[in-house]
């Protein structure tokens, strides 16, 4: 039997074991295949591990997303998570470029996949509360939210994820330095069913301009002589 002679729901079967370029690859082949690739129920799990990936055409954001994962570790990370009044041009060039092209994708996130459950954001440095409040309030359904060293997230995020977050389950903050410890307590009372993990977030030393952090440490100096 030649492999067009398969029904849709069984090259549906055979598309789900193949990567997302294959999957692309094999859609240009025919107009049958091209109708798998373009069918929603093919992709309720997207994972990612370059923003690069984020622009390739080699993939379907719809409603069937259920499982997505933005993960990357580079040197492109660390430039992202310098504090922004230390960056210079060419860093800041940089950065902005890549902002643009997270934030546009999560906007298609929001405006295609009303049934996401889980979200993984792992050394994304441009997602900022805003953005997760807005994935929150698009997502009704979302169950678990993973960020980790995502260095714009701060209490706002804490704050739109008791306030929109009906459906969360999980909530990870895992090496976000900009989170503090009474507003993840703040979250403790008032979301108690939810299970939330901040490893080293609160313990670490928050973004703060050298005249703010000059200030800080002028004060604290005078607290330990009173």
């Known amino acids: 039997m030649h492999i067009t002679q398969l029904n849709h729901e069984c090259l549906l079967h055979l598309f789900s074991f193949l990567d997302k ?10 107009l049958q295949m091209l109708r798998v690739f373009q069918d929603p129920l ?5 994972n990612f591990h370059s923003p690069a990936e984020l622009k390739k055409d080699n ?7 259920k499982y997505l994962s933005i993960c990357w570790h580079s040197q492109q990370v660390k430039v ?5 009044w230390l960056k210079n041009t060419f860093q800041k060039d ?16 929001c405006d295609r996949c009303p049934n996401l459950l889980s979200l993984t954001l792992s ?30 997230v701060t209490d706002g995020t804490l704050a739109a994820a008791a306030l ?3 459906a969360l389950r999980t909530l990870r903050l895992d090496f ?19 299970a939330l993990s901040a490893e080293r977030s609160a313990n670490m030393i928050p973004d703060s301009k050298p005249g703010k952090r000059f200030l800080l440490e002028k004060a604290a100096r005078k607290a330990v002589q009173l």
Do not use: M
Not at 97 to 108: A, P
């Open 21 to 30: 370029n294959s999957r692309k690859s094999l859609a240009k082949t025919c």
């Open 42 to 46: 093919l992709w309720p799990v997207l």
């Open 59 to 65: 993939f379907l954001l719809g409603p069937a997303l």
């Open 80 to 84: 992202c998570n310098i504090e922004d």
């Open 94 to 109: 940089f950065c902005y470029k890549h902002e643009k092209t997270v934030s546009d994708f999560l906007l298609q996130v």
């Open 123 to 152: 050394g994304c440095g441009h997602v900022t509360d805003d953005c997760i409040s807005l994935l929150l309030q698009s997502c009704p359904r979302l169950e678990t939210l993973e960020l980790e060293n995502c260095v714009r």
């Open 164 to 166: 929109h977050g009906r």
């Open 176 to 194: 976000c330095r900009n989170v503090t410890r009474s507003s993840l307590q703040g979250l403790r009372e008032r979301r108690p069913a939810v």
